[in-house]
C-alpha cells in the first residue's frame, strides 16, 4: 500500500524502447486520445493526469546535457501515470514531430526514427551521446516552432 505519500516514481527502471513502439491499433487509440479532454483520458484507465508542479525544464537553463536530462527526467517522473500511452499522448500534444510519428505508424507509413523526450532515460541506458540527444530536442523544437508559422 502506498508508502511514502507524495514520492512519486522513486527508483523506477525505464521502460524498454524497443517493445514499446506502438502499432498500428496503439496508434490510432493514442491519436484518438488527443481529441480527448484529460477528464475524458482519465475514465479510459489513466487516472492520474495531474501536471508536474513545476515547469517543464528549458534546456538553454542548464550548463550541461547532463543536467538537463536529470531534471528532465525529474520532470517526467513527478507527472503521475507513466504507462505508455500517457507518454505518447503527452508527446504528441506538444510535438508535431511526435504526432507525425503516430500518423505515418497508424496510416502504415515508414517512420523515421525519433528520440522523444521521454525515451530519454532509455538513451540513458544505452549510451547516447548526451549531446546528441540534447542537438535533437533543439531541432525539433526549432522544426515545430517554424511549422506552427
Ligand atoms: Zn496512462
Redesign the pocket.
Known amino acids: 500500500m502506498p508508502r511514502g505519500g507524495k514520492r512519486k516514481g522513486a527508483g523506477r527502471k525505464p521502460v524498454e524502447a524497443e517493445a514499446k513502439a506502438p502499432n498500428k491499433e496503439r496508434a490510432s487509440a493514442i491519436l484518438a486520445g488527443l481529441s480527448l479532454t484529460d477528464e475524458q483520458w482519465k475514465k479510459q484507465?489513466?487516472p492520474?493526469q495531474e501536471p508536474p508542479p513545476f515547469e517543464e525544464p528549458n534546456p538553454k537553463r542548464y550548463s550541461t546535457p547532463q543536467d538537463f536530462i536529470q531534471a528532465h527526467m525529474d520532470w517526467e517522473l513527478a507527472k503521475r501515470?507513466?504507462?505508455e500511452?500517457?507518454l505518447w499522448r503527452r508527446d504528441a500534444q506538444s510535438d508535431r514531430g511526435a504526432r507525425e510519428y503516430l500518423w505515418n505508424r497508424r496510416d502504415g507509413h515508414s517512420v523515421r526514427n525519433i528520440n522523444h523526450i521521454h525515451d530519454k532515460p532509455i538513451d540513458l541506458n544505452v549510451n547516447v551521446s548526451m549531446a546528441d540527444v540534447i542537438r535533437d530536442i533543439r531541432t525539433r523544437k526549432q522544426e515545430y516552432e517554424r511549422n506552427r508559422k
Open positions: 484507465g489513466h492520474d501515470c507513466q504507462c500511452d500517457c
